[in-house]
């Protein structure tokens, strides 16, 4: 058996929502990592949570935008060990689609919620960049 030390794996769950007009919501992160930047909606997946209920319940907090669990759609898992900087994060990332003029309103840990233009994002914190990027690839194949 070996001796090596086990490392701690926190698990999270994010949203991408995007319009049917071309925009993604974003919110601006109030703490660190990556205090000030765009992000995300998203967080940790609470004791006996699921991470599409959790990305549903971030969602709703940090955003104020409401969906149930299964209207969430699975994009894929991000597992790079480097991905976050407080150390081994998981995230299972999700999408929604949702009406243009959806309202949206900053609250748990966010600063500010906003529209932004799929075609003009500012840079993005961890790697969310990549995981917008693999929701229009596959939104663009199905």
Do not use: C
């Not at 991000?78 to 150390?87: E, K, L, N, S, W």
């Amino acid at each position: 058996m070996s001796t090596e030390t086990l490392e701690t794996i926190r698990y999270t769950a994010d949203v991408v929502v995007t319009t049917t007009d071309g925009y993604v919501l974003l919110i601006e992160r109030g703490w660190d990592p990556h205090k000030g930047a765009w992000a995300l909606p998203g967080g940790h997946v609470d004791p006996g949570e699921t991470s599409r209920a959790a990305a549903a319940r971030e969602l709703a907090e940090e955003a104020g935008v409401y969906a149930a669990p299964e209207e969430l759609d699975q994009i894929g898992v991000y597992d790079a060990p480097d991905r976050d900087p407080r150390g081994r994060y998981v995230t299972v990332a999700y999408q929604l689609n949702v009406l243009p003029g959806t309202i949206v309103e900053p609250g748990d840990d966010a600063v500010r919620a906003e529209w932004w233009p799929l075609a003009a994002l500012p840079p993005l914190a961890f790697d969310h960049g990549q995981i917008v990027a693999d929701t229009l690839v596959r939104l663009a194949t199905t």
